[in-house]
């Protein structure tokens, strides 16, 4: 076990008024277990506002919890910790952000942008060392060490990309989280980008927290699955079990609204799910999905259903306790 | 019948880096009661066509003929246009948070419309307005009619904008992108909806998308295009059971599929080129796995079969090339 979360809680304070009074919490993240093993990829799916970024970020230490506990390799690191585990943790855990277009520094060139973690961690001690790590990076993520004079502006999105790759690799952590990493990217560069990170995957072995929207790609990078929604894990489990098995009304209305790619099969019409998600800030009672299911009873208004099941498959759902 | 015809547009930017020609000789009609689909990645051109054809490139240098009903809209002045844009031609843009403006209540940017276009003072605008947005199926209208467009959701308004292009009941609609900015759910049932109301009003519209699962559930007819060209024009079914172009094909086979699984994707290798440096020839020949030798130097004709019409030098009989 590299890394886990333990009942994570993240709510951000409502401010208003004058004095800025704290009216309200949005609740973004509810009581959240997770476990990154060594070499495995998990992958978190869902809507926009499901709280999948913040996961992410809490993971990557950028949030703190409100509350439940973070383990780092046997160390508790949910609150202050001391330097030592701070850069232990930071050398170990990276992240690629969703839009390369925002998350490289216009004013650095490549080789500056790539070299900078490596300075902060002080790993060589000599420039040259340095300069020719830097370059079987970029060799390593499919570019030409020629780039490493060039600044961001002079790429495309994918190649953006896929220095954001060698930047997260650079120290070879043990976990990356990708938040989103191809969904900036066109139909023809997502691939790419799919097969580098699988590559470095196989060749580092890193563990991938991977969140996306898109349930085929979160399918094919991961080997476990986590269906989030308004801050809470729906469905979890093995990805292949879960995708070939759906049991929360959620996942199952998530793969049937993906459109068909097959003009004689068109899949939309039989979509019947209603509404959108509710406002986080006053999330239902019962559970969190009761105000869109189709097959909703009278318990799910009242009780909040718990994450149920054994390893392979969880489900918070009532009707499948019945 | 074609209510909107396209023949040899170009629409040419002038930059400091030289001519930037983002829609560079394409030609299409637009069929009466049809859901036209535009598909291809960025910078392929297809914002700036639909563009083009509503007279909306400031500074741009426009040749070809574009043809609605017996008019010439490339020789109208802008007053000209000012009558067709919005009542006979409306547009559905990607963002919908960006395309509403924020200082106004969606209700008095809807009326504007109305005003604008139908004769009819502001009282029996808000009528019309109120009647549309129920057609939307937007719940609590009279409520929803004074709010600002931040208290509402992305999906919410794309609603309302769907309903402001509807509600002068134009001839053409076009829709750039209308769901890419949503949620699946939310975008399955933006597209029923939109799908529904087509059949209502025998509208004829433009869809532009990067979607292929998108333009298998609501188009009738699809253009492919890559760098400023229409590369091959199709129907929905004939496109998705014998793609022709090589880039057609990539695109629809880079589609994961579950049995893909720990295996590598397939791809198209190399990047979409920039608007400045298109490649001599095929523009696509630097990608295409299958080109020949003189795809690199003459740019390929438009080939008519059944149900499609491709333009690739491989589908050029020997002795014509």
Redesign the interface.
């Known amino acids: 076990m590299i890394l886990s979360l333990r009942q994570v809680k993240k709510y951000f304070p409502v401010r208003s008024g004058i004095f800025l009074q704290t009216t309200g919490w949005i609740r973004a993240l509810e009581e959240i277990d997770l476990d990154i093993e060594e070499d495995k990829t998990i992958g978190v799916v869902g809507e926009s506002g499901c709280g999948k970024t913040t996961l992410g970020k809490v993971v990557a230490r950028i949030l703190r919890p409100t509350s439940g506990k973070v383990e780092f390799l046997g160390e508790d690191v949910t609150g202050r910790v001391s330097k030592d585990v701070e850069r232990k943790f930071r050398r170990n855990i990276q992240m690629v952000f969703q839009d390369p277009f925002n998350s490289l520094d216009p004013r650095m060139t490549i080789g500056e942008i790539l070299s900078e973690p490596l300075e902060a961690h002080r790993v060589f001690s000599s420039k040259k060392e340095q300069d020719n790590y830097v370059k079987e990076l970029l060799v390593k993520v499919g570019l030409y060490p020629e780039y490493l004079s060039r600044y961001p502006h002079e790429f495309s999105g994918g190649q953006r990309q896929r220095i954001a790759i060698a930047r997260a690799i650079a120290l070879t952590p043990k976990i990356v989280v990708c938040d989103e990493p191809t969904s900036a990217l066109d139909v023809s560069v997502q691939n790419q980008i799919i097969n580098l990170l699988q590559q470095i995957k196989t060749e580092y072995k890193i563990s991938y927290l991977f969140i996306s929207h898109n349930l085929d790609v979160v399918y094919h990078m991961s080997d476990k699955l986590f269906v989030m929604y308004l801050g809470n894990v729906v469905e979890s489990g093995e990805s292949r079990e879960v995708f070939e098995n759906p049991l929360h009304p959620y996942t199952r209305a998530l793969m049937n609204s993906t459109p068909s790619w097959d003009p004689n099969q068109k899949r939309l019409q039989t979509v019947k799910l209603l509404g959108e998600p509710p406002n986080p800030i006053n999330p239902p009672k019962g559970c969190p999905f009761s105000t869109r299911c189709t097959i909703r009873i009278e318990r799910c208004d009242k009780e909040k259903p718990q994450l149920v099941g054994d390893e392979k498959h969880k489900v918070a759902c009532i009707l499948s306790e019945v | 019948m074609s209510i909107l015809a396209v023949r040899n547009l170009k629409t040419y930017f002038k930059t400091p880096e030289g001519s930037v020609k983002a829609v560079d000789d394409i030609s299409f009609d637009l069929k009466e009661k049809e859901i036209l689909a535009l598909v291809g ?2 910078g392929c051109g297809k914002t700036v066509t639909v563009l083009t054809i509503l007279g909306l490139v400031r500074g741009a240098q426009v040749y070809g003929s574009i043809k609605y009903k017996d008019y010439e809209l490339t020789k109208f002045s802008e007053t000209e246009y000012t009558r067709i844009r919005g009542r006979k031609i409306s547009m559905i843009f990607q963002e919908p948070l960006s395309a509403f403006d924020p200082l106004y209540t969606i209700g008095q940017q809807m009326v504007e419309v109305v005003c604008a276009h139908l004769d009819c003072d502001k009282e029996s605008a808000k009528n019309i307005c109120i009647e549309m947005l129920k057609e939307v199926q937007i719940p609590f209208p009279e409520k929803r009619f004074d709010e600002y467009p931040h208290e509402m ?1 992305g ?2 308004l794309q609603r309302v904008m769907i309903a402001m292009a509807l509600v002068t009941k134009p001839d053409i609609i076009i829709a750039d992108e209308p769901t890419t900015a949503l ?7 933006v ?2 909806l939109f ?1 529904q109301l087509q059949e209502i009003y025998k509208t004829s519209i433009i869809f532009i998308t ?5 333009v ?2 609501v ?1 009738d007819r699809v253009h492919v295009m890559y760098a400023g060209k229409i590369v091959e024009k199709a129907t ?2 004939a496109l ?1 059971a014998n793609p022709l172009h090589p880039y057609t094909k ?3 086979k ?5 049995e ?2 720990n295996r ?6 190399g ?2 080129p920039l608007a400045t440096d298109f490649p001599s020839g095929c523009r696509f020949h630097p ?1 295409c796995d299958r080109a020949l030798k003189i795809c690199s130097q003459k740019e390929p004709p438009e080939i008519c079969l059944n149900h499609s019409a491709v333009s690739c030098w491989l589908y050029v009989r020997g002795d014509e090339k």
């Open positions: 990645e960025s959701s999906g919410m949620d699946v759910t939310i975008q399955a049932q597209l029923n799908k990067h979607d292929f699962g998108v298998a559930e188009a929905v079914s998705f990539s695109l629809l880079s589609r994961i599929k579950k893909f699984k590598t994707l397939p791809y198209i290798p990047n979409v990608r």
